[in-house]
Structure formats: structure tokens, C-alpha cells
């Protein structure tokens, strides 16, 4: 049975301040690793360090010499079930201090012939299966920063894609972009060439907070563009903000929160800031220039915004994601984190394909030349787990922060022989002790404080199977 409290349960879950964080393929030798603190404060010390991504388990390279045969293989292959493209646009005005996505700086002549080479990576293989055989359901446009391009670029970029892609019918068309580049015309510009969606990385409203991260733009200016945007009434607006910085203080938090609410966006997505190893950030910090809000404080933070969100009638649609309108649907990252397949274009994207991941070179200059050349520019290519079958499906539930055992166990069991409860049952057990979900029949709904840590939840879910699975695999072989 699920639950309880008092002795029985103290005794058979052991306090545990922190359990260590696990990442990569390497599994612990005891379930109880994967405990949750069961100290009554879920929200601030449930993990004692909080993952933001999903390392992939199982990914292993492919040699280099097997790429290119490799390669034709999978671009002769249709794509199967959902599919999603990302473009990617390497270019910023300025280094913000907490981004780990900045690549390369921003110059006014490295536009058209940088979008002339994404084209020319679009069409080259606009034939082949793997591009042309089965319907694109969301292409986002991210970086970098798209809106530095000019409003031409843009749309001859967007209409690339139309031409290229066989996009759905109800293809959602993302276009991600920063407030101090984003002017009225690219506004029109990218509408009329066929996007519906924009997506801009505001952070936070508050002035001074904006300008110690290196955000260009004023809070007037800010709320005047997403003002002009929502006004357009052409696409879905979307904003991001982050909680965690340096000097935020729970009331600037707040005021961000209800700002956001007042303006008649369409989605918004809560992040905690991620202080990325190499950022101008983490430098500052790490030589005392700024104080870093605890990490403990996080959840508050989470759980206050959620509060608010949920009082304007806003639905929760992920654990990050909440939006006011059905215009807003999320296909992407929903899609994307469920492990639909994902075409790349552009230097530095990243894609996946028939169980392989890859990713375009990085080198600007060095991708410009290879599409010039007529050459492959994919630069990295990787096997993906085994179990991504099984694991995918795992993520894209626990992102929207509920979980059917039931047809978890039915493909467990098929693809393995395992008994789903038998090797996850005491797990979410203790997690239900801890305060982090709850379990009604079938399903799993995480609590306020399971969906703030359920990147932790889900990396540790997946460690704890893929260990069972091997273990089995190697008792198999021993057998024989």
C-alpha cells in the first residue's frame, strides 16, 4: 500500500537529508539511492541537486568511419509516428550572462548568406524518405536568436520550410526571438510567411535585474512589444521567464509573474535559472560579484508562480508550461520530449532520426563551406538506447506530470520479462512518503513539489530500470 506515516513508515523509509545525484549510464548498487529526503520541506530539500536536462541513457557514438554509410541508411528510411524539424540561428546581439546557448555574434552581413546556406541544407534533401515521407507537426525556429535576422530572411526562411518539409496541415510554426531585435515589420513578416507561434526569451520584467543580466531592452519597451505582438492576433505569444537570479527577490518574482497574466499572452514557462559551467554568470558568482539565491529557495519560487498561474485560471500543460488559450498547444517540446523523430538544419542544430541522434557542425564557418561544397555537414552522430521505446514514453508523461503504470507495465513486461511494480513500486512509494506524488489506481500525479523536481524523478526512474534491465541481461547470459 501506497502512503502512510507514523513509525511503520519512518522505519521501512530511513531519514535521508540527500541522496547523491546520479548522471551518465552509471547505476547505484541500492534502490535506496534514489530516495527522496523525507524531512517534511519536499520543495526545497527533496534531491540535494536538481537536474534541468534529460541525459540520455544507453547513447553510445557511432565510429567515424561508419557515419556516411550509416548516414544514407537513415535518410533512405521514412520517418514513422510523430515527427518534428528544428532550425537553428547562431547569432546574438550580445552574450546574456546566464546563457549557455551563445554562439556566435551578431554582424549584419552574416545574415542572407547564412540563410542562403540553411536553404540550401533544407532543399538538398527535400526528396530523400527521411525528409520527405511523413508529415512534420511542429517546426521550431531557435538559437541564437532568430530575430536577428532581417525580416526578408526570416520569411524566406519560414517559407523554405513550407516548401521543403511536408508540414501538417495544422503544422505549429515556432518562431523564438528577443525583444531588442524583434521589430515590427519581422512581426509581419514572419505571420504573413506562415508562422504561428513566437516565442521570446523576456526572463523578467524588472528593470534593474534585466540590465544585470545583460537584457537590452527596458521594462517599458518590453511590455509595449508583447503588447504590439499579442495586438497582431496573428499566432499564439509565448514568453519565458526564469526564477533564481542573483538579487531576485520573491516579491520581483511575483510582480514578473502577475505582469505576464496582465498582458493576454497565450502560453508562459517557469524555468529555474541553470548556472551553466563557462557562463558569464557562474564566473561572476564564482569571483563574488553576485550572491546566488540557494538553490533550497527554488521551489518556493516555483510553487508561488504555479499559485498564481492557477488563480488567473491558467492550465498547467507541463510542469514548466501553462497557457490561457487553446491557440497555445506546445507541439514541439511536448512532441520533442517524447522522443518524436527531429530534423536539423543549420549550424549547431541538434536532431534525431530512426534511433540515431546527430547534430549539424557548430563551426560556422566551417558549415557554410561544407553546403557550399556539397557536403554532409552533420558533425556528430550517436546510437540511441535500446530502451527509448520504453524510456521516451516515461519522459513525455512525467514532463506533463502524470504516469500510467498500466500500460508502463504491459511494455515493460514485453519488452523484458520485468514486473513494473515489483521494480518500481517501493521507489514511488517512498516518493509518495516524501511528499513528491500521489497514487490513485493506475495512474501517478505528481504534487507541486514532484512536478518542481521531476527531472530528478524521471532521471532517476530510468537509472533504477535501466540497472534492473542490464541486471537481467547479464543473468540471462550467465545462464547460458
Known amino acids: 500500500m501506497f502512503g502512510g506515516n507514523g513509525t511503520k513508515a519512518e522505519a521501512q523509509f530511513p531519514m535521508k537529508r540527500h541522496h547523491p545525484v546520479h548522471g551518465g549510464m552509471a547505476a547505484p548498487s541500492s534502490l535506496e539511492d534514489f530516495f527522496a529526503s523525507v524531512d517534511g520541506t519536499?520543495?526545497?530539500?527533496?534531491?540535494?541537486?536538481?537536474?534541468?536536462?534529460?541525459?540520455?541513457?544507453?547513447?553510445?557514438?557511432?565510429?567515424?568511419?561508419?557515419?556516411?554509410?550509416?548516414?544514407?541508411?537513415?535518410?533512405?528510411?521514412?520517418?514513422?509516428?510523430?515527427?518534428?524539424?528544428?532550425?537553428?540561428?547562431?547569432?546574438?546581439?550580445?552574450?546574456?550572462?546566464?546563457?549557455?546557448?551563445?554562439?556566435?555574434?551578431?554582424?549584419?552581413?552574416?545574415?542572407?548568406?547564412?540563410?542562403?546556406?540553411?536553404?540550401?541544407?533544407?532543399?538538398?534533401?527535400?526528396?530523400?524518405?527521411?525528409?520527405?515521407?511523413?508529415?512534420?507537426?511542429?517546426?521550431?525556429?531557435?538559437?541564437g536568436t532568430p530575430s536577428a535576422l532581417s525580416a526578408r530572411d526570416l520569411a524566406r526562411l519560414v517559407q523554405a520550410t513550407r516548401k521543403n518539409l511536408p508540414l501538417a496541415p495544422d503544422c505549429e510554426i515556432t518562431i523564438e526571438g528577443r525583444v531588442h531585435s524583434f521589430t515590427s515589420d519581422k512581426m509581419r513578416a514572419?505571420?504573413?510567411?506562415?508562422?504561428?507561434?513566437?516565442?521570446?526569451?523576456?526572463?523578467?520584467?524588472?528593470?534593474?535585474?534585466?540590465?544585470?543580466?545583460?537584457?537590452?531592452?527596458?521594462?517599458?519597451?518590453?511590455?509595449?512589444?508583447?503588447?504590439?505582438?499579442?495586438?497582431?492576433?496573428?499566432?499564439?505569444?509565448?514568453?519565458?521567464?526564469?526564477?533564481?537570479?542573483?538579487?531576485?527577490?520573491?516579491?520581483?518574482?511575483?510582480?514578473?509573474?502577475?505582469?505576464?497574466?496582465e498582458i493576454g499572452l497565450d502560453g508562459v514557462d517557469l524555468y529555474a535559472l541553470n548556472l551553466i559551467p563557462g557562463t558569464p554568470l557562474l564566473t561572476a558568482i564564482e569571483k563574488g560579484k553576485f550572491a546566488p539565491t540557494a538553490k533550497t529557495e527554488y521551489g518556493a519560487y516555483y510553487e508561488r508562480g504555479s499559485e498564481l498561474l492557477e488563480h488567473a485560471c491558467w492550465e498547467t500543460i507541463s510542469t514548466t508550461h501553462w497557457r490561457r488559450t487553446a491557440r497555445e498547444r506546445n507541439i514541439y517540446n511536448r512532441e520533442a520530449k517524447k522522443g518524436a523523430d527531429c530534423l536539423a538544419f543549420g549550424s549547431g542544430a541538434g536532431g534525431s532520426l530512426n534511433g540515431y541522434s546527430y547534430r549539424i557542425n557548430g563551426d560556422l564557418k566551417a558549415y557554410r563551406s561544407q553546403i557550399e561544397r556539397g557536403e554532409n555537414p552533420m558533425a556528430h552522430l550517436l546510437n540511441q538506447s535500446e530502451h527509448r521505446g520504453l524510456f521516451d514514453p516515461i519522459k513525455g508523461s512525467m514532463e506533463r506530470g502524470r504516469l500510467n503504470l498500466t500500460s508502463l507495465a504491459v511494455e515493460l513486461e514485453r519488452r523484458t520479462g520485468l514486473d513494473l511494480d515489483a521494480i518500481i513500486g517501493p521507489l514511488l512509494e517512498q516518493w509518495q512518503y516524501a511528499g513528491l506524488l500521489n497514487r490513485k489506481a493506475d495512474w501517478v500525479d505528481l504534487t507541486i513539489a514532484g512536478r518542481f523536481w521531476q527531472v530528478t524523478m524521471t532521471q532517476n526512474l530510468l537509472e533504477w530500470l535501466n540497472q534492473n534491465i542490464n541486471e537481467k541481461r547479464k543473468s540471462y547470459s550467465l545462464l547460458k
Not at 198 to 218: C, D, N
Request: charged share 25%.
Open 42 to 143: 519536499p520543495l526545497a530539500n527533496a534531491f540535494n541537486g536538481r537536474k534541468v536536462v534529460h541525459p540520455s541513457i544507453g547513447i553510445s557514438p557511432v565510429p567515424e568511419e561508419e557515419r556516411e554509410s550509416i548516414w544514407r541508411e537513415i535518410t533512405a528510411t521514412p520517418r514513422r509516428g510523430k515527427s518534428v524539424a528544428y532550425l537553428h540561428v547562431p547569432f546574438c546581439a550580445n552574450h546574456c550572462l546566464f546563457c549557455g546557448f551563445y554562439q556566435s555574434r551578431w554582424r549584419d552581413e552574416n545574415g542572407t548568406p547564412y540563410t542562403d546556406a540553411v536553404i540550401e541544407n533544407l532543399r538538398r534533401e527535400a526528396d530523400l524518405p527521411y525528409q520527405s515521407q511523413g508529415p512534420v507537426h511542429a517546426v521550431y525556429f531557435g538559437g
Open 190 to 261: 514572419v505571420f504573413d510567411a506562415g508562422a504561428n507561434r513566437v516565442s521570446i526569451g523576456v526572463q523578467s520584467f524588472h528593470e534593474e535585474l534585466r540590465r544585470s543580466m545583460g537584457r537590452k531592452a527596458s521594462r517599458e519597451k518590453v511590455i509595449a512589444f508583447l503588447e504590439e505582438l499579442v495586438a497582431v492576433d496573428k499566432g499564439a505569444v509565448i514568453i519565458d521567464l526564469i526564477y533564481g537570479f542573483p538579487n531576485q527577490s520573491m516579491e520581483m518574482w511575483e510582480a514578473d509573474v502577475r505582469t505576464a497574466i
